[in-house]
């Protein structure tokens, strides 16, 4: 079975930085999009960046010029570099992958989830 697993969550104070990364493994045909969500307590989950299989990236709005986001399309991995952050950066990221287990079989996948924490 597929399954992505983030790692790099923790503890960092208002204008640090932090690097997440998200590794997918199990019968992988191919991989197209990988991104990063967010979800806030009491705060419905959003899109926090996203690259396709090509490079292409999006972003929201209030990370432009703070993250960034690469993939190792070698090692199915996906890494989300966080810089400036924010108090309101606070939220349990989770690593999305849609993923084709074969030539005609494909489906979203999601991580368990990693809690960044920015505090003073």
């Known amino acids: 079975q597929v399954q992505l697993v983030e790692s790099g969550g923790g503890l960092v104070q208002p204008g640090g930085s932090l690097r997440l990364s998200c590794t997918a493994s199990?019968?992988?045909?191919?991989?197209?999009?990988m991104g990063w969500y967010r979800q806030a307590p009491g705060k419905e989950r959003e899109l926090v960046a996203d690259i396709t299989s090509g490079g292409s990236t999006n972003f929201a709005d209030s990370v432009k010029g703070r993250f960034t986001i690469s993939r190792d399309n070698a090692k199915n991995t996906v890494a989300l570099q966080m810089n400036s952050l924010k108090p309101e950066d606070t939220a349990v990221y989770y690593c999305?992958?849609?993923?084709?287990?074969?030539?005609?079989?494909?489906?979203?996948?999601w991580g368990k989830g990693t809690l960044l924490t920015v505090s003073s």
């Open positions: 999305n992958a849609f993923i084709r287990t074969s030539k005609y079989n494909g489906m979203h996948y």
């Open positions: 199990g019968s992988i045909f191919s991989i197209n999009t």
